[in-house]
Structures are given as structure tokens and as C-alpha cells.
């Protein structure tokens, strides 16, 4: 069992930046993949960024070169540093984690388990 819980999110202008972060508890934490994932009002949940357990990193497309994801040594935090953030980042994020083929990283039906999400607001 793995206990996922976010922090970090809040409200910022255009062009600003936020940093996440999910603390992970529970047993087998180095054999999991993590990621980020996120779901605006009236849209359905996708994945925005991922650490493979192999280490593999893969990114959606519309945050590549603007968001970083992060794991602690101890593979029991995960972070999402967003730069360059816009208003069509708005969404609740949520840390997630499960054993996943590289292929399927950025698919969110793939993830057992799930923290209970921090919202991110960006304004024009």
C-alpha cells in the first residue's frame, strides 16, 4: 500500500512559476513508476509528466521544456517544477503511483494509487 499526499499549488499570474511536491509513504517506493497528472473542469485526467521506476522520464507535450519532474534519492518525494506556467495549465494536479511499462507512463488507468490532488490557478 502507498500512501501518495501533494503540496504546493496555489495561484499565479501568466508566465510565473510554481513548484509541487508529493511525499510518498509505504513499502516498495524504489520499484514504482511516479508522475504528475492533471485534470481541468469538464476535461478528463492526463498525465503531465513521469519518472519510470527505471529512471525513464517522459513529458506531455505542451509541458516539455517548461515543467521538470524530480525524485528524491530516497525515491519517497516526488517534484514538478513548472515554469513558464499559462492559463491553460490550470487544473488540479495529482501525484501518482504504480508499476507501469514505459510505454504506458503518461496513462493515468495504469496508477493503483493516487494522492488527493493540489489545485494550480494561472491568470492572464
Known amino acids: 500500500q502507498v500512501q501518495l499526499v501533494e503540496s504546493g499549488g496555489g495561484s499565479v499570474q501568466s508566465r510565473g512559476s510554481l513548484r509541487l511536491s508529493c511525499a510518498a509513504s509505504?513499502?516498495?517506493?524504489?520499484?514504482?513508476?511516479m508522475g504528475w497528472f492533471r485534470q481541468a473542469p469538464g476535461k478528463e485526467r492526463e498525465g503531465v509528466a513521469v519518472?519510470?521506476?527505471?529512471?525513464?522520464?517522459v513529458y506531455e507535450d505542451s509541458v516539455q521544456g517548461r515543467f521538470a519532474i524530480t525524485r528524491g534519492n530516497a525515491k519517497n518525494m516526488l517534484y514538478l517544477q513548472m515554469n513558464s506556467l499559462k492559463p491553460e495549465d490550470t487544473a488540479m494536479y495529482y501525484c501518482?503511483?504504480?508499476?507501469?511499462?514505459?510505454?504506458?507512463?503518461?496513462?493515468?488507468?495504469?496508477?493503483?494509487?493516487w494522492g488527493q490532488g493540489t489545485q494550480v490557478t494561472v491568470s492572464s
Open positions: 501518482a503511483a504504480g508499476v507501469v511499462g514505459r510505454w504506458y507512463l503518461l496513462l493515468p488507468r495504469e496508477y493503483n494509487y
Open positions: 519518472i519510470g521506476g527505471d529512471g525513464f522520464i
Open positions: 509505504g513499502t516498495g517506493l524504489s520499484i514504482y513508476s
